[in-house]
């Protein structure tokens, strides 16, 4: 078989990849990103809060070829989880879940998609290669990469949006030694919009493209395992787990598409969980109903903890 030119290679995963679900795909090289330095600078002010992690294998996230040495290429995807938001069921209180976690735990879904597709890579080219998936976890910056991959661009809340799907997907990637054709970054199109920062109520967003994760309501309810600092919770209003304020107000998603993918659709407990539900839950109850989700990232007495900040908030209000 004639060996493929990095062009055509790159045209048949992305074709691949589109058949297995990926609606954006977009291919960077391996490569030291292109705000690397601000990395430094943002963990060094203490934005990252107490996530310890996000300090340590700073290379690999500066540049994919210290995860997967002789690398040459990162093939991104982006996978759609917009659903538009059902009602609440009644009036009694209850607290609200970021949308990517209405369904199945992405990580599983989307991590096995990429094991297939690089299966299809080696059946199809002709030349040894290696490849390594990664699924939010990995030590990259994926909305670097997703950026250098012209997926979308960086918005001013710090997410990564498109024109056509907004912000609702989740990204994945594969790190390989093949040499592929790159894909041109994207223009900013935020303008002179600030509604995502004009509505973050925790201040989070301080400045255009700037996040202080240590105020965010996705870190406080997701990742602090320790109480929430006072001054903050009464800011949370009723979420108890993530935040979806800054793409809720943003105008890139006033018209994005909603997912076809089976394991992204509603499960249990819901967007609108009950506060009285989280607040009694015993390990057992936690283990049955969030089997498979990715709620599972906050442990039994986070979710207590946001479920009573929520009820307390919501009392406050008259609600």
């Given at each position: 078989?004639?060996s493929?030119?990095?062009?055509q290679?790159s045209l048949?995963?992305?074709g691949?990849?589109?058949?297995?679900?990926?609606?954006?795909v977009?291919?960077?090289?391996?490569?030291?990103?292109?705000?690397?330095?601000?990395?430094g600078?943002?963990?060094?002010?203490?934005?990252a809060g107490?996530?310890d992690y996000?300090h340590?294998?700073?290379?690999?996230?500066?540049?994919?070829?210290?995860?997967?040495?002789?690398?040459?290429?990162v093939?991104?995807?982006a996978h759609?989880?917009?659903?538009?938001?059902?009602?609440?069921?009644?009036?009694?209180?209850r607290g609200?879940v970021?949308?990517?976690a209405?369904?199945?735990d992405?990580?599983?879904?989307?991590?096995?998609?990429?094991?297939t597709?690089?299966?299809?890579?080696?059946?199809?080219?002709?030349?040894?290669?290696?490849?390594?998936?990664?699924?939010?976890?990995?030590?990259?910056l994926?909305?670097?990469?997703?950026a250098?991959?012209?997926?979308?661009?960086?918005?001013?809340?710090?997410?990564?949006?498109?024109?056509?799907?907004?912000?609702?997907?989740f990204?994945?990637?594969?790190?390989?030694?093949?040499?592929?054709?790159?894909?041109?970054?994207?223009?900013d199109?935020?303008?002179?919009?600030?509604?995502?920062l004009?509505?973050c109520?925790?201040?989070?967003?301080?400045?255009?493209?700037?996040?202080?994760?240590?105020?965010?309501?996705a870190?406080?309810?997701?990742?602090?395992?320790?109480p929430?600092?006072?001054?903050?919770?009464?800011?949370?209003?009723?979420w108890?787990?993530?935040?979806?304020i800054?793409?809720?107000?943003?105008?890139?998603?006033?018209?994005?598409?909603?997912t076809s993918?089976?394991?992204?659709?509603?499960?249990?407990?819901?967007p609108?969980?009950l506060?009285?539900?989280?607040?009694?839950?015993t390990?057992e109850?936690?283990d049955?109903?969030?089997?498979?989700?990715a709620?599972k990232r906050a442990?039994?007495?986070?979710?207590?903890?946001?479920a009573a900040?929520?009820a307390?908030?919501l009392?406050?209000?008259?609600?």
């Amino acid at each position: 078989m004639r060996s493929m030119t990095p062009a055509q290679k790159s045209l048949r995963i992305q074709g691949i990849a589109r058949d297995l679900g990926f609606e954006g795909v977009g291919i960077a090289p391996a490569a030291p990103v292109r705000r690397a330095a601000y990395l430094g600078q943002w963990l060094a002010e203490g934005r990252a809060g107490r996530m310890d992690y996000l300090h340590r294998h700073s290379q690999a996230r500066e540049d994919s070829r210290g995860l997967l040495p002789g690398a040459k290429s990162v093939i991104v995807v982006a996978h759609n989880y917009y659903h538009p938001s059902p009602p609440r069921p009644d009036d009694r209180p209850r607290g609200r879940v970021a949308m990517y976690a209405w369904g199945r735990d992405y990580h599983r879904v989307i991590r096995k998609k990429l094991h297939t597709l690089i299966d299809r890579m080696r059946r199809i080219f002709d030349e040894p290669f290696d490849a390594r998936a990664c699924v939010d976890t990995a030590p990259l910056l994926e909305r670097e990469l997703a950026a250098a991959a012209g997926i979308g661009w960086i918005g001013k809340n710090t997410m990564v949006l498109n024109a056509e799907l907004g912000s609702y997907f989740f990204l994945g990637e594969i790190v390989t030694t093949l040499e592929l054709a790159f894909d041109e970054p994207v223009l900013d199109r935020c303008g002179r919009c600030t509604r995502c920062l004009d509505a973050c109520p925790t201040g989070a967003l301080d400045a255009p493209y700037r996040m202080d994760a240590s105020r965010c309501i996705a870190y406080l309810t997701i990742e602090l395992r320790d109480p929430v600092p006072e001054g903050l919770g009464s800011h949370m209003q009723d979420w108890v787990y993530g935040c979806d304020i800054c793409q809720e107000t943003c105008p890139h998603n006033r018209r994005a598409p909603e997912t076809s993918e089976p394991a992204y659709a509603i499960r249990d407990p819901g967007p609108h969980p009950l506060l009285a539900d989280l607040l009694a839950w015993t390990q057992e109850d936690y283990d049955r109903v969030l089997r498979g989700s990715a709620m599972k990232r906050a442990k039994p007495h986070m979710l207590a903890r946001n479920a009573a900040i929520a009820a307390a908030n919501l009392a406050r209000a008259g609600r």
